[in-house]
């Protein structure tokens, strides 16, 4: 057997740890990556296939998707799916066990940014980037993390993107930051929560967040935040991908819990 090999338990896989872990033991396993029409989700769909992961890319928009498999024919499953939508939401996991197989790796990273103004703003934008950035996110992990079990997956891992909005509280001139900051708090406390949950079970599933500085997404320019670019770096999608992989590649005696990727020479603070 070589290094690292997984060891097949019926439908469950545990890994013999070596330290010398690579992306070669995730091969052929299932990843459920959300958000994966655009920007990080889209590149981490793409990177996680082209490592040899089967990779369910969920999200609103169809056409986007589609031509994300078309990219990857065989190896991304594009299913369509309104993650706000608690029960549509639960029976896409259920379908993609049924379908394609139990859920090896889930990455959370659908999210919405709007400007939104504490004392004036529609309220409905601060309830669907709460919907959206964190209830979806804790929905689809405890179902991501309850299938993992029932299919004796003992090794799966739970990735959730935050972002520098989550290490601190705005000044005075990102006012309108204030709900999204508190979203992506949320986030950060959310997976702790789990980490130290599946801690106390004594599992060997992990869960990490992954805080990005200023990242080249639509999530701006939908939220309204069009000037991001020009006064900013900004980073690649695809070195989120990176660390995603970082994450996967680590050996299993270690637990990454948080790692934060800014572009060299980002001034921005939260």
């Given at each position: ?197 599946l801690a106390q079970q004594k599992s ?46 680590s050996p299993c005696s270690t637990h ?15």
């Amino acid at each position: 057997m070589r290094v690292g090999q997984a060891i097949h338990h019926g439908r469950g896989t545990k890994l013999r740890c070596s330290g010398t872990e690579t992306m070669e033991q995730w091969k052929d396993k299932v990843a459920v990556v959300t958000g994966a029409s655009s920007g990080i989700g889209r590149a981490v769909a793409a990177k996680l296939a082209e490592e040899g992961m089967r990779v369910v890319a969920v999200a609103r928009r169809r056409e986007k998707l589609q031509e994300l498999a078309n990219q990857y024919k065989g190896r991304i499953y594009p299913l369509p799916c309104d993650i706000t939508n608690d029960q549509e939401l639960v029976n896409l996991f259920k379908n993609i066990e049924e379908k394609i197989g139990p859920c090896h790796v889930l990455v959370n990273n659908a999210g919405a940014a709007y400007k939104a103004s504490l004392l004036e703003s529609n309220l409905k934008d601060w309830r669907y980037m709460f919907d959206l950035n964190v209830i979806a996110l804790g929905v689809a992990t405890q179902e991501a993390i309850s299938l993992m079990k029932k299919n004796q997956i003992d090794s799966g891992y739970v990735i959730n993107i935050s972002s520098i909005a989550s290490l601190g509280i705005p000044g005075k001139e990102w006012t309108e930051r204030y709900v999204y900051n508190a979203t992506k708090h949320a986030v950060r406390i959310i997976t702790e929560g789990a980490r130290m949950e599946l801690a106390q079970q004594k599992s060997g599933i992990k869960i990490s967040t992954i805080c990005p500085g200023v990242v080249e997404s639509e999530i701006f320019d939908v939220g309204g935040w069009c000037n991001v670019y020009k006064e900013n770096p900004y980073l690649p999608a695809s070195a989120i991908a990176g660390a995603v992989v970082t994450l996967l590649s680590s050996p299993c005696s270690t637990h990454i819990a948080e790692i934060v990727v800014r572009p060299l020479g980002e001034q921005i603070y939260c």
